[in-house]
Nanobody, 120 residues
Framework: QVQLVESGGGLVQAGGSLRLSCAASGRTFSSYAMGWFRQAPGKERDFVAGISGSGGSRYYADSVKGRFTIYRDNAKNTVTLQMNNLKPEDTAVYCC?????????????WGQGTQVTVSS
């Protein structure tokens, strides 16, 4: 388990940009693959983007490809989600999560979430 804290959420107009950050505790951050998820009111939680422990592999949900970028800084124990060309349908609570890289199992640690609201 690792402690995760998100920041950077807020209100933005459609077409605007926002940058979310996730800070992790501990000395073994590079051992965790990281992901961003979001959940809108009344909907299931959806995968948004993921990144391997080294940062060498990145992957995105189809709905955000070309608009969102995930990256990490293992020296600072952070993972970032850069969101560009935001749309109202991006409105959700965004959470970061961790899973142990090179091991079976899913995401085991979750942040509290940060609200992103995109106005029309």
């Amino acid at each position: 388990q690792v402690q995760l804290v998100e920041s950077g959420g807020g209100l933005v107009q459609a077409g605007g940009s926002l940058r979310l950050s996730c800070a992790a505790s501990g000395r073994t951050f590079s051992s965790y693959a990281m992901g961003w998820f979001r959940q809108a009111p009344g909907k299931e939680r959806d995968f948004v983007a993921g990144i391997s422990g080294s940062g060498g592999s990145r992957y995105y949900a189809d709905s955000v490809k070309g608009r969102f970028t995930i990256y990490r800084d293992n020296a600072k124990n952070t993972v970032t989600l850069q969101m560009n060309n935001l749309k109202p349908e991006d409105t959700a609570v965004y959470c970061c999560a961790a899973r142990t890289d090179h091991a079976p199992g899913g995401y085991h640690s979750w942040g509290q979430g940060t609200q992103v609201t995109v106005s029309s």
